[in-house]
């Protein structure tokens, strides 16, 4: 028997991609992104909904994403790929067509060399120091952009979940300034923040990713996930009596304990034990003792009637609320869950 049961809602995830889609002019592209393996809830699916809802462009981190996602959705989507052109992925870009968005100068040389005329971007450094070639690289190599010919350029924004953050001004302003000695192509800056730090941001192609998935700061986006849990044993516990490793509960009134079927090994983070929850409805049980690798205790007692599951993830407990138990973000909440879930697609 499979430990919880995680649905996932392929409507939603539709709904918010057109939400976000609707938040820039027709004139901007909506791309999708669908790093690892969609954000945790399978590029398979995901992809397929995003397609049909009228998706054109994904983004990848690696290609081996990209070559997963082609091998779902079939020839027609461009599937672009972070981490540009790395070497010992060369094959991948030809066989599925790929197109990397070249993050340094040594990558442009690489791709001109084995695949000039191919479909490219270029991804720059607007201030956040990770991804992406500054302006003096930039300079480098102007005599060979030409013949890169790139068909997207596009950069990230470090602090866009922080609309006054100083530095979405100042990466607005480096980006525009760099695209201004660059072909004129496609321009992309946005992911899912971004896109609602309004339109000066938005550019020809927005890249959300989170916002599609149901997590902040996309506050007003569709819930995404369900995530349900059997319950393995109920007993009562007497006051006095510990819970768990390193009896770190104590019942202070009579209790009946549940202990359901996932723990940290699921990605239900250990940290998250004293803060968070599960609930039958919109009944709240609170998890008393440490979260063990695949089980945790639920505190029962006021239950008329204990259920045969109890929900982790749900409306109310959002993977935003979640996270924030256990000192985390929902990105991370959503790419932990494990494989020992049985998934289910809702359409
Ligand atoms: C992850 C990522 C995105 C999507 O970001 P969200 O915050 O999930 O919307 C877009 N662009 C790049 C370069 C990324 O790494």
Not at 174 to 180: H, I, N, P
Request: proline residues 5%; contains cysteine.
């Amino acid at each position: 028997m499979p430990g919880g049961l995680l649905t996932i809602d392929l409507a939603a995830i539709v709904s918010n991609w057109r939400a976000l889609d609707a938040k820039t002019a027709d004139t901007v592209e909506t791309g999708a992104v669908i790093k690892a393996d969609s954000y945790g809830l399978d590029v398979g699916p995901v992809g397929q909904a995003l397609q049909n809802a009228g998706a054109k462009t994904f983004f990848a981190a690696l290609a081996d994403e990209g070559v997963a996602l082609r091998q779902a959705i079939g020839p027609t989507a461009r599937i672009f790929v972070f981490s540009g052109y790395m070497q010992g992925d060369e094959s991948a870009f030809g066989e599925f067509a790929l197109t990397p968005l070249l993050n340094s100068t040594d990558q442009a040389a690489r791709f001109l060399t084995d695949r000039k005329g191919a479909a490219c971007g270029l991804q720059l450094d607007s201030g956040m120091n990770r991804l992406g070639m500054e302006s003096a690289e930039l300079a480098s190599i102007a005599a060979q952009i030409p013949a890169l010919n790139p068909i997207l350029i596009m950069s990230h924004l470090a602090c866009a979940d922080e609309p006054k953050h100083p530095q979405n001004t100042a990466q607005l302003a480096a980006f525009t300034e760099m695209v201004t000695k660059l072909p004129d192509c496609n321009r992309s800056l946005s992911a899912t923040g971004g896109i609602l730090l309004g339109s000066d941001y938005h550019m020809d192609m927005t890249r959300p990713g989170i916002g599609l998935y149901g997590g902040a700061p996309f506050i007003d986006a569709r819930p995404v996930v369900t995530l349900s849990l059997p319950v393995i044993q109920t007993r009562p516990v007497a006051v006095g009596e510990s819970v768990g490793y390193g009896a770190a509960w104590i019942a202070k009134r009579p209790s009946v304990i549940a202990t359901v079927a996932a723990g940290y090994a699921d990605g239900l983070i250990r940290a998250m034990g004293p803060n968070a929850s599960l609930y039958t409805g919109d009944t709240r049980c609170p998890i008393v003792g440490r979260v063990s690798m695949d089980l945790i205790t639920v505190d029962v007692t006021d239950l008329a009637k204990v259920p045969a599951s109890l929900d982790i993830l749900n409306a109310t407990q959002t993977v935003d609320v979640l996270a924030k138990a256990a000192g985390t973000i929902g990105y991370e909440i959503l790419t932990s869950l494990g494989n020992r879930y049985k998934r289910v697609y809702k359409d």
